[in-house]
């Protein structure tokens, strides 16, 4: 059973351009969450879709945009890219929204804006 | 701002049991207590979750005293794969909201 997958791995991007990163949910699992990780930081949310809609999101600009397709899969797209977003960004799927059921983290997207 | 705070560092030697305390005094009725281990430039990684009392699963303990405005993780025999940011967080199913973590480095 495959975990939380995500693509690319790396990516290298100049300000002002755009970037799509990509999830899969583990088997089973219908909600995602998107997190930015700085250096030496924790986790910061971004936003979490269930039913291919945004549920929940935290203090991102509207630079920051994502959706959900019907196999649960999502993307995060970040437009208008800055130095600032460089990051590691995370996703993670769970079963359910609103249980307190496990949340899986993929092994992240390491994102550097030049 | 996290829900929680914990030790910002803590050191030990391997075979050591170690235990990390949270607080989480403003803990809300319907929310769980959860552990994350992460490694330099990985994804967080479920240790333990639990509601009240103890937990134990293969790799850590959890205790939760009546109150639950505090939880203590206790790794029993720590090796140096050990060496992680430990992460404690309060939830009920929504957003993880993330504080700084607790380092924990251990030595031979």
């Known amino acids: 059973d495959a975990g939380v997958t995500q693509s690319p791995t790396h990516l290298i991007k100049t300000r002002g351009q755009q970037v799509t990163l990509r999830c899969s949910p583990k088997?089973?699992?219908?909600?995602v969450s998107w997190y930015q990780q700085a250096l030496g930081q924790g986790p910061q949310f971004i936003f979490q879709y269930y039913e291919e809609e945004e549920r929940q999101r935290g203090n991102f600009p509207d630079r920051f945009s994502g959706h959900q397709f019907p196999n649960y899969s999502s993307e995060l797209n970040v437009n208008a890219l800055l130095l600032g977003d460089s990051a590691l960004y995370l996703c993670?799927?769970?079963?359910?929204?609103?249980?307190?059921?496990?949340?899986?983290f993929g092994p992240g997207t390491r994102l550097t804006v030049l | 701002l996290a829900k929680t705070t914990q030790p910002i560092s803590m050191d030990s030697y391997e075979g050591q049991e170690v235990n990390i305390t949270c607080s989480h005094n403003n803990i809300a009725t319907n929310d769980y207590i959860t552990w994350y281990q992460q490694f330099p430039s990985q994804g967080p990684r479920f240790i333990i979750q639990g509601y009240k009392t103890k937990v134990t699963n293969e790799v850590a303990s959890l205790f939760i005293p009546a109150d639950r405005k505090s939880s203590t993780l206790s790794l029993p025999r720590v090796s140096l794969s050990d060496t992680a940011v430990y992460y404690c967080?309060?939830?009920?199913?929504?957003?993880?909201?993330f504080g700084k973590g607790t380092t924990l480095s251990v030595s031979s």
């Open positions: 088997s089973g699992h219908d909600t």
């Open positions: 967080l309060v939830e009920a199913g929504t957003a993880l909201i």
């Open positions: 993670a799927s769970r079963r359910r929204l609103g249980m307190a059921d496990t949340q899986y």
